[in-house]
């Protein structure tokens, strides 16, 4: 990383230099919440053994790039199917992983500031959330019925889909925590099945960013994606 570190320091001298305004971020709209364009998910994990049923490609296999492609970034077009559910054919599917939102962290603002986007009918979930520089909370549960209907389409054309609305106030944080991760799991449903599909997730209420450092944006994105590659693989 030390090759990076001047390069990132030089564009951001740079930008400030310019003091040009934010103006030209673009923001993205789904199921009626606007969000910041680098405001989703930038890295996915799976945090515990299993196989993955990911949403494009009809594979069952963990794969640390494929899991970044269905779970980060806009990607209303992919994710992950059932997770946690104990299919007979393949063995159990991981029911643990890991979202990390390393250029645009929440703030603890007033309602909502994370969102989960979930396909087909809502299912139940558990959510941890790690303040910035410390450790996960313990999780807290959110039933199935919490989840908002959307009027959008999910994964396979599924629509409607659904949002788990995760507000940092919850976990007996403060205003103004910056949460810069979270940690999710599907519980068991109405149905009796464990078979959460997570597709994607994005902070509403971001941490401010001065205007003249939205022009550093694409290298903290490089970065991100520069981290991701060299640490493929599971965490355990
Ligand atoms: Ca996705
Ligand atoms: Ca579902
Ligand atoms: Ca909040």
């Known amino acids: 990383m030390s090759s990076i570190r001047p390069l990132l320091l030089s564009s951001l001298l740079a930008a400030l230099a310019c003091a040009l305004p934010a103006s030209g971020r673009a923001a993205v709209s789904y199921g009626g919440y606007t969000f910041a364009d680098i405001a989703f998910a930038t890295d996915a994990t799976q945090l515990e053994a299993g196989f993955v049923h990911w949403l494009t490609g009809g594979t069952v296999d963990p794969d640390d790039a494929i899991l970044d492609a269905q779970l980060t ?65 313990d999780f807290l549960t959110y039933a199935e019925n919490s989840l908002v209907e959307l009027a959008a389409t999910g994964p396979l054309d599924s629509s409607p889909t659904y949002a788990l609305e995760i507000d940092i106030s919850a976990f007996g944080l403060p205003a103004g925590t910056v949460v810069d991760a979270i940690r999710l799991r599907a519980l068991q449903n109405s149905f009796g099945n464990v078979e959460g599909d997570p597709f994607m997730a994005a902070v509403a209420n971001p941490v401010p960013v001065p205007a003249a450092l939205w022009l550093a944006v694409p290298v903290l994105v490089g970065l991100a994606a520069i981290r991701r590659r060299g640490g493929a693989g599971m965490r355990s």
């Open 73 to 137: 970034g806009f990607s209303p077009t992919t994710g992950l199917a059932n997770i946690g559910f104990p299919d007979p054919g393949v063995g159990a599917y991981a029911n643990l992983f890991e979202l990390d939102f390393t250029v645009l962290p929440a703030r603890n603002a007033v309602g909502p500031d994370i969102v989960l986007f979930e396909a087909f009918g809502p299912d139940p979930y558990e959510i941890a959330v790690r303040p910035r520089g410390g450790v996960f909370t």
